[in-house]
Structure formats: structure tokens, C-alpha cells
């Protein structure tokens, strides 16, 4: 089975401009969260969707950040304009919502350059 | 708040060494508890979980033991390999929501 896609896996990216982020669950799974990782930070959650309704954008940094997921197979995360402060790697994850005992199956990541 | 606290690393042990990663946890409620692990350009994957209290998780020879009298999740291993080089995140997970929250993460280097 496929696991969680995401692409691209890099991004090199001037100042000010707009950068897409995509990501593909695993079928099935109906929760999808995106996450940022950075040395300075560790891991921080992003946005999370349940049955593709957003539930919780309380880690989106500021309004330049915005994500949707409009069907089951998809999501994106877009940053727009974009910073040198928001690089960093994206990691897109993924589970089946049982409980919160269930497994997030995280995507290889993007790793985005903003010079 | 709920939050996890892991050892600072990096840790760096020979081939062979016995590991020991600690981690305690703040929580109201019963929080299930979980070891990822992410190895050099990849994305986090599951190492083991527990779900309860006195449950120990296991996978690959590492263990983790749930201690609610002292809010830990330490992972261990016996005989750590080059292998095993890689970050190592301590998180819980509460029943109410989806989310899971992560530690840090401490970088584990095992030399040959």
C-alpha cells in the first residue's frame, strides 16, 4: 500500500511568493494533519481535518498560512506570501480516527527554502 | 496543560551499549502514550505505544513501560545498534481529540 504522499519533497523559493504544498493520505484514513519542523522549534502542529472539515487551525502562524482539503485523497497548504522565517520541513500526516490511540502515518516531507 | 519532556540531546552511545531515553508527561485525564522515531530524511513513524497504565509497549527490542504513578514513558533497549541512529519523539495522545502532542525529540548517534 502507498503510503502518505507528499510533494514536492523540495522547494527553493524567493520572498513574496506563493508556495503550494500538496499531500495525499493514505485511502481510507479520515484525519489529516500538517505539521512544521524546525531545529529551533521541533515539531509543531499546523492544522488538523477530520472527515475533511477543518478542526483545529490553532497552529497556523499568522494569515499568510491558510490549508484545505477539499475531498478525501487531497490537501494543500499554501503560504502565501511567503518568508525566510517559513522555512523548514512540512511533514503531512494521516490516520484512521478511532481514538486518539491510533497511529499518524507521516509522509516523507517538503523541505522549503524561502531566500 | 498536557505536555511531554524529554532528555536533551544529542545522546551518544558505542554499538552494543544499553539506551535508556526518559520522558515524563503532564495530563489531565488518561492519556495513551507513544514513541516515534525519525530516521535522517524521513518523515516520523511509530516505534510503540500504550495504551493504559502498566502497559508496556514493545517493537524492534525497545520498551517502553507506562507509569502513572510517576508520569514517565521510558524507552530502553539493551544492545543498541548503528542502526538505531536517529530522533526519537516521546508524545501523548488524549481520547477527546484527534491530536497527538510531541516532545522535543532527543537525536540518538551510536557509534561502531
Known amino acids: 500500500d502507498a503510503g502518505v504522499i507528499q510533494s514536492p519533497r523540495h522547494e527553493v523559493t524567493e520572498m513574496g511568493q506563493e508556495v503550494t504544498l500538496r499531500c495525499k493520505p493514505i485511502?481510507?484514513?479520515?484525519?489529516l494533519f500538517w505539521y512544521r519542523q524546525t531545529m529551533m522549534r521541533g515539531l509543531e502542529l499546523l492544522i488538523y481535518f477530520n472527515n475533511n472539515v477543518p478542526i483545529d487551525d490553532s497552529g497556523m502562524p499568522e494569515d499568510r498560512f491558510s490549508a484545505k482539503m477539499p475531498n478525501a485523497s487531497f490537501s494543500t497548504l499554501k503560504i502565501q506570501p511567503s518568508e525566510p522565517r517559513d522555512s523548514a520541513v512540512y511533514f503531512c500526516?494521516?490516520?484512521?480516527?478511532?481514538?486518539?490511540?491510533?497511529?499518524?502515518?507521516f509522509g516523507p516531507g517538503t523541505r522549503l527554502t524561502v531566500l | 496543560g498536557n505536555s511531554v519532556t524529554q532528555m536533551e540531546g544529542p545522546v551518544t552511545l558505542s554499538e552494543e551499549a544499553f539506551l535508556t531515553i526518559n520522558c515524563t508527561y503532564t495530563?489531565?485525564?488518561?492519556?495513551?502514550l507513544f514513541w516515534y522515531v525519525q530516521y535522517p530524511g524521513e518523515g516520523l513513524q511509530l516505534l510503540l505505544k500504550a495504551t493504559k497504565a502498566d502497559d508496556k509497549g514493545s517493537n524492534k527490542g525497545f520498551e517502553a513501560t507506562y507509569r502513572k504513578e510517576t508520569t514517565s514513558f521510558h524507552l530502553e533497549k539493551g544492545s543498541v545498534q548503528v542502526s538505531d541512529s536517529a530522533v526519537y519523539f516521546c508524545a501523548l495522545g488524549l481520547n477527546r481529540d484527534d491530536k497527538i502532542i510531541f516532545g522535543k525529540g532527543t537525536r540518538l548517534h551510536i557509534l561502531p
Open positions: 485511502s481510507g484514513h479520515n484525519s
Open positions: 500526516a494521516s490516520s484512521l480516527r478511532q481514538s486518539s490511540t491510533d497511529t499518524q502515518y
Open positions: 495530563a489531565t485525564g488518561y492519556p495513551s
